[in-house]
């Protein structure tokens, strides 16, 4: 009775070793998604400025630009505003603390030129000069960053 006890003990664990790691792979991917996602959470923390909407958003986990491996996280905001570029520059500076957040440059069309890797568009139609993006460059340094195909 014991052996037999024991034989099945030796077969289901390394089962279930292998079944928890298989299925690395398909959860740290929606645990990058949410790290990218929080991304743009930190965006909407900010105050807007005057005569401001966000119009759109949009976020990101994966290779995302420049060579190599290594996730990365982006998340983005779509912007109309009565103010200039620089104005708002000046004006999401003040929120900055590192050099990729709170990047804010004009948007001509739906395409986000920022991601070189990965095909990432705005929904939201684009028919003037007056909308920006306000962008940032997440990081997180958890296992799931190590288990995502994406990143490699």
Same mark, same amino acid.
């Given at each position: 009775?014991?052996?037999?006890?024991?034989?099945?003990?030796?077969?289901?664990?390394? @089962?279930?070793?292998?079944?928890?790691?298989?299925?690395?792979?398909?959860?740290?991917?929606?645990?990058?998604?949410?790290?990218?996602?929080?991304?743009?959470?930190?965006?909407?923390?900010?105050?807007?400025?005057?005569?401001?909407?966000?119009?759109?958003?949009?976020?990101?986990?994966? #290779? @995302?630009?420049?060579?190599?491996?290594?996730?990365?996280?982006?998340?983005?905001?779509?912007?109309?505003?009565?103010?200039?570029?620089?104005? @708002? #520059?000046?004006?999401?500076?003040?929120?900055?603390?590192?050099?990729?957040?709170?990047?804010?440059?004009?948007?001509?069309?739906?395409?986000?030129?920022?991601?070189?890797?990965?095909?990432?568009?705005?929904?939201?139609?684009?028919?003037?000069?007056?909308?920006?993006? @306000?962008?940032?460059?997440?990081?997180?340094?958890?296992?799931?960053?190590?288990?995502?195909?994406?990143?490699?």
């Amino acid at each position: 009775m014991k052996r037999n006890i024991l034989s099945k003990i030796i077969v289901f664990l390394p @089962l279930l070793f292998i079944v928890l790691i298989i299925s690395l792979y398909f959860v740290c991917p929606v645990i990058n998604d949410f790290v990218a996602a929080g991304v743009v959470k930190d965006l909407k923390r900010n105050p807007l400025p005057e005569n401001t909407i966000i119009v759109d958003e949009k976020s990101a986990a994966g #290779k @995302l630009c420049g060579c190599g491996n290594g996730m990365q996280y982006f998340g983005a905001l779509l912007l109309k505003s009565d103010l200039s570029l620089e104005e @708002l #520059k000046v004006y999401y500076s003040q929120f900055s603390d590192k050099e990729w957040d709170n990047i804010v440059e004009q948007q001509c069309g739906n395409r986000i030129e920022e991601v070189e890797h990965q095909d990432l568009d705005f929904e939201a139609d684009i028919d003037g000069d007056d909308y920006y993006i @306000l962008y940032e460059w997440g990081s997180y340094h958890g296992l799931a960053s190590e288990f995502d195909l994406r990143g490699h």
